[in-house]
Each structure stands twice: as C-alpha cells, then as structure tokens.
C-alpha cells in the first residue's frame, strides 16, 4: 500500500525551529518528486515546497523563503522539511503529497499533480 | 505569480444534482490544472488532472473541461459522499498556486 506518514509537528513558540519528516512506503522513493503543503485552521491549500528527485532542485513559496528548508533522503525513504524562524502564520497542518507527471498529448507534454497525500502534522506556533 | 481563483466560494446542493465549479487563472495555462476535494480532518484527494483526466478510481459523474484561463469541474449527479471542500490548482508553473476552494454543502 502506497503511504505517506508525516511526523514531527507540535507546539513551538515564535522564532523557534521544528523538523518535519515524511516516511514514505508502497513505491519507489526515489523515483519522484515531492511537495509540501500546508493549510492553516480554517483555511485553503497553500504549496510551500517541492523538490526535485535527487535533491538539485528545490522551491519555496515566498511565505517561507530563506526560512523553511526541504531535503530528503532517498536510501530512508524520506522526505524533511526543517522550518526556522517560525511565526503564527505558520501555524497550519502540513502535508507531504508525491508528484506524478504524465506524460500525455501529441506533444508528449509533462502534467504534473500531486497523486498521493499524508494525512499531516500539525504545527502550532504560539506563545 | 499565478493567481487562481475559484467560484462560488460556496454552494448548496442537494443529492442528485448537476453541480459545476469555476476556476479561472490569472494567466494562460494551456491544460496544467488539477482539480482535488478535501473532507473535514483528511487530506486532499486528486480527482482531475491535466484539465479533464479522471484520476483513476475516481467515479465517472466527475468531469473537468477547459483550457487557457477558464475551466470548470462538473459533478452529474451528488453522491452524500461528494459533499466537501474542492480546490483547482495550477501546475504550469512554480509557484504552485490552489484556488481558495469552493465549499458543498448539502441543501
């Protein structure tokens, strides 16, 4: 069974660090990329990160750069987001969620989504 | 940056009828749209990629359409369990960008 488990959240207070991890079993880890959404109580879907499959590329939404920092470790299985400097408005339950591509078209154009999603941690920054 | 925006922002409906949700982007983004729903306490759940591609497992009264800006999500005919919150999303380029989400609710 393809799974994805997210650990790590909890209360912190402003300005502090947490470590999120994301266990992934079911699939080959280390065939796709990866992505960090969040969503704050009572709200939408915000992206946050994504990284490419070795790790070479990564992106941020603006909300979190030069803050939060995502990496993983394909030979564990794993994907992390370390996230410093927090504020309230972090305060959301973060999800980890694969990447697929499809390749489809004439033009054989790349699509991507996110077909797979934990079910999240939650982080709380408050004082 | 992409913005999507998503309306209504709320509906009522009962089971059995014919619903349709907007999404328009701020920008050209050919067919890189993805529709999800998400229940109250789980995750999001991809229901359409690439515009109109059912995800598989995902029923047939669920269709998308559209292309450029403007696309649309249809459910045929509610289902109890189709009552939710649904978010478009574009994935033609970073940042990643979700509609602030259309919220069905039954009438």
């Known amino acids: 069974e393809v799974q994805l488990v997210e650990s790590g959240g909890g209360l912190v207070q402003p300005g502090g660090s947490l470590r999120l991890s994301c266990a992934v079993s079911g699939f080959t880890f280390s065939s796709y990329e990866m992505n960090w959404v969040r969503q704050a109580p009572g709200k939408g879907l915000e992206w946050v990160s994504y990284i490419s499959i070795i790790g070479s590329t990564v992106y941020y939404a603006d909300s979190v750069k030069g803050r939060f920092t995502i990496s993983r470790d394909n030979a564990k299985n794993s994907l992390y987001l370390q996230m410093n400097s927090l504020r309230a408005e972090d305060t959301a339950v973060y999800y980890c969620?694969?990447?697929?591509?499809?390749?489809?078209?004439?033009?054989?154009?790349?699509?991507?989504?996110?077909?797979?999603w934990g079910k999240g941690t939650t982080v709380t920054v408050s004082s | 940056d992409i913005q999507m925006t998503q309306s209504p922002s709320s509906l009522s409906a009962s089971v059995g009828d014919r619903v349709t949700i907007t999404c328009r982007a701020s920008q050209n983004i050919s067919n890189y749209l993805n529709w999800y729903h998400q229940k109250p306490g789980e995750a999001p759940k991809l229901l359409i990629y690439?515009?109109?591609s059912l995800q598989s497992g995902v029923p047939s009264r669920f269709s998308g359409s559209g292309s450029g800006t403007d696309f649309t999500l249809t459910i045929s005919s509610l289902q109890p369990e189709d009552f939710a919150t649904y978010y478009c999303?574009?994935?033609?380029?970073?940042?990643?960008?979700f509609g602030q989400g259309t919220r069905l609710e039954i009438k």
């Open positions: 690439a515009a109109s």
């Open positions: 999303q574009q994935s033609y380029s970073t940042p990643i960008a």
């Open positions: 969620a694969r990447d697929k591509i499809e390749v489809a078209g004439p033009k054989a154009t790349d699509y991507y989504y996110m077909d797979v």
